[in-house]
């Protein structure tokens, strides 16, 4: 099993990880989930984060050939456009793109210039399409749950997760966005958890957890399978969604979900600007 | 947590004073009334938002319309001191249900040609109709029996006012709490020199005023205070003690102010505030927005 090497950033604001996933025998690599910078309260963007991934590209003089997403993440704005115009490289996320599309499109009264078709990626994947980073090979599994759209990226002995698991003591993330759903995500769980044993796990966030001072990024399939708080072996499908619907109910909106839905539903670029040359994201009010 | 206090009045022609704390937005709300007449006025009633959500509610705001219920008081003017930048202002939602007028300092009118042009709001009249009156330094109205004044206090916003009311003065976004200090005077309009000058004239009322601030954070844990006295604050206060001299005074706020994130709703609150409350228009679709300029602000600290 092809061993890539994978090289993470942290951006501890959002808890979120990136990736470059490299090819062992060549230059090539993908960059998975990445983050533009984004202070809500005074409306700033910022580069900084991203920056720190296009400088380790040219440091080690490699070739992007993928800028992927997990999903349309509801906590962080997506880095894609700007890292595509700086290093090249497709973007892809999960095909059902189109249906977080229709839903947000309509919550944020998106004009008709925002198409819900998908086409502001270059691949659109579903379960069971491959990929290539050289001569590493990616697979898609269709992981929704957390999202309609959630894949999990499978590259070698390496498969990156997005928002299904976390590490084994923090358990699993929420399904009670719009169209999320927790009997889905356990699915997609057991998906995951019936790759080989030792398949490496990288996960999209980490929040620390009771008893533990440092974020960690990485686990395994057999680490899961045995410890993780919300569904180790043995937990039913039943007891899973009773868990995770009664925790979601008591779980706050993420602090930047209108911002980043409206921008990552657009592959991370941002709404038109108005006739002044000014652009907006919007909020709408009393909506979620 | 104590969030509300009753400031008994001690006489004829001075004020009952309850405040109302909100923790989510750390600010103070009031209702002033006059024990003769049971006629009252609301200063900076908060109307609630969620920005995560985007969801609004008016559980301050019904808060202080109860309390005015149980005290069998008559509302006369619903106030705001300055168009607030860290929460909504609940002031049209009262008026609509008291039919009580609404009111702010004059120059809100400059604050809404500042922000007509960040929001992009080409046909909004920045002429402040969106009040029922506008208040200059000096005049002077009625609640009940209650003679109050308008003293012009600029600095933290360039259209902020103190309402002094008999003893009373509530002079929101100037001077905190002693242990806290003074208000940041860095949002667009906002000046440090001229913050200071509004505090010296708030220094100059009577020693025994009654001074009432628009917010409190609670240094040291401590349980929210509103309520301090001129003498107090001249005193104690930590920005104004050991001879602080205007120089010293506008070099410590302009350091400080530069380490400061902006409030988390100013763009936010902004919209609905120069509106004297309201909420944006719906869209076509039924449904309304707040906007968020983007890369419009420039200069805070990074939240």
């Known amino acids: ?109 998106a004009g008709t210039e925002f198409a819900r078709d998908g086409s502001q990626f270059d691949r659109l994947f579903e379960e069971g399409d491959t990929f290539a980073i050289g001569n590493l090979e990616g697979r898609v599994l269709h992981t929704p749950g957390h999202t309609p759209a959630c894949l999990t990226y499978v590259i070698g002995n390496a498969a990156f997760v997005g928002d299904t698991l976390f590490m084994p003591d923090y358990g699993t993330a929420r399904c009670d966005f719009p169209g999320g759903d927790a009997r889905t995500l356990f699915r997609s769980i057991q998906k995951v958890l019936a790759l080989p044993g030792e398949t490496r796990i990288f996960l999209c966030h980490d929040y620390k957890a009771p008893d533990r001072e440092e974020y960690q990024h990485e686990t395994s399939v057999a680490e899961q399978r045995a410890g993780n708080v919300h569904v180790h072996e043995g937990v039913s499908e039943e007891e899973f969604v009773r868990m995770r619907t009664e925790r979601d109910a008591t779980l706050d909106m993420p602090k930047l979900i209108l911002p980043s839905v409206q921008v990552n539903m657009r592959a991370g670029q941002m709404p038109p600007a108005e006739d002044n040359g000014q652009v907006y994201l919007k909020v709408p009010v009393n909506k979620f | 947590m104590n969030t509300f206090d009753l400031s008994n009045s001690t006489g004829a022609g001075r004020p009952d004073v309850a405040g109302f ?111 029922d009156r506008l208040f200059a330094e000096g005049d002077t109205f009625r609640i009940g029996e209650l003679e109050a004044r308008v003293m012009f206090s600029p600095g933290h916003t360039l259209a902020s006012i103190t309402y002094v009311i008999g003893d009373a003065a509530f002079v929101h976004d100037t001077l905190f709490q002693p242990d806290f200090g003074s208000a940041r005077a860095d949002f667009p309009g906002g000046d440090a020199h001229q913050l200071w000058r509004s505090i010296q004239a708030i220094l100059a009322l ?48 302009n350091e400080r102010d530069s380490e400061l994130p902006m409030p988390k709703l100013i763009l936010h609150s902004l919209q609905v505030n120069t509106r004297g409350g309201r909420l944006p228009e719906p869209e076509a679709n039924g449904k309304r927005y707040l906007k968020i300029p983007l890369d419009a602000l420039e200069g805070a600290a990074w939240e």
């Open chain 2, 206 to 253: 009577p020693d025994e005023t009654r001074l009432f601030t628009g917010h409190d954070y609670m240094p040291e844990g401590r349980e929210p205070q509103w309520e301090s006295t001129v003498r107090e604050q001249r005193d104690t206060n930590k920005h104004l003690v050991g001879g602080v001299t205007a120089e010293d005074y506008v070099a410590m706020r």
């Open chain 1, 1 to 109: 099993m092809p061993h890539p090497i994978v090289t993470h950033f942290f951006d501890e604001p959002t808890n979120t990880f990136s990736y470059v996933v490299q090819d062992p025998d060549g230059k090539s690599c993908a960059i998975l989930d990445s983050v533009l910078d984004f202070d809500y309260a005074a409306g700033r963007t910022d580069v900084r984060s991203a920056d720190e991934i296009i400088a380790f590209v040219r440091d080690n003089g490699l070739e992007v050939e993928w800028i992927l997403e997990t999903h349309v993440h509801a906590d962080h704005l997506s880095a894609a456009p700007y890292l595509h115009e700086m290093l090249g490289g497709k973007t892809g996320i999960g095909a059902n793109i189109t249906v977080v599309q229709d839903v947000f499109g309509k919550a944020f009264n």
């Open chain 2, 21 to 131: 704390f909100d923790p989510r937005t750390f600010s103070v709300q009031y209702v002033v009334s006059d024990p003769a007449t049971g006629k009252c006025a609301i200063i900076d009633p908060v109307f609630d938002f969620d920005e995560k959500s985007g969801a609004t509610a008016t559980h301050h705001a019904d808060e202080l319309l109860a309390y005015i219920q149980e005290k069998g008081l008559e509302v006369e003017w619903v106030l705001d001191t300055h168009p607030h930048a860290d929460h909504f202002s609940a002031a049209r939602y009262l008026s609509d249900k008291t039919g009580a007028p609404t009111a702010i300092g004059e120059k809100v009118v400059e604050v809404q040609k500042l922000w007509k042009t960040i929001y992009h709001w080409p046909d909004f009249p920045a002429d402040g109709s969106q009040w």
